[in-house]
């Protein structure tokens, strides 16, 4: 006969609040990842996070980064840093922001939220595979 393991004084106590809420849409993406992995299918994205610079390709580069799904500025005056993520269906303006951006110095590059090595000289030109030419 095999001896029962003694129950630990924690699983003696009865459950008071549930290990899994149902309802998580209150959460954020990055959130909800982190309480319940995999449980809020969410798309893959590219995403540019840039600090302002002097010239009239600036008012652009805003512009374009506010058409992306994901878009928030962070922090204020010369702190300020602008955040866009694009999906798939929206590579052709995460390229065109990129081109406005893409060689000042202070511009990340982000893999799914993330800074990643080789994001620009990998994980951009595998993204623009996504770029579909408007005929």
Do not use: C, N
């Not at 549930?18 to 909800?32: N, T």
């Not at 840039?50 to 702190?79: C, H, I, K, L, Q």
Request: hydrophobic letters at 40%; glycine letters at 8%.
């Amino acid at each position: 006969m095999g001896q029962e393991k003694a129950r630990s004084y924690a699983d003696r106590l009865p459950r008071i609040v549930a290990r899994q809420e149902e309802d998580i849409s209150h959460l954020s993406d990055e959130m909800a990842d982190i309480l319940y992995p995999g449980r809020r299918p969410r798309p893959f994205r590219m995403g540019v996070v840039f600090v302002p610079f002097e010239g009239p390709a600036y008012e652009r580069a805003v512009a374009a980064a506010r058409s992306a799904p994901v878009y928030r500025a962070e922090g204020e005056g010369r702190w300020l840093r602008h955040r866009a993520e694009f999906d798939t269906q929206s590579a052709a303006r995460l390229r065109d922001l990129f081109d406005l951006v893409g060689g000042l110095s202070g511009t990340d590059v982000l893999v799914d939220g993330k800074r990643v090595p080789y994001a620009r000289e990998i994980w951009l030109p595998l993204f623009w595979l996504f770029v579909r030419e408007e005929a």
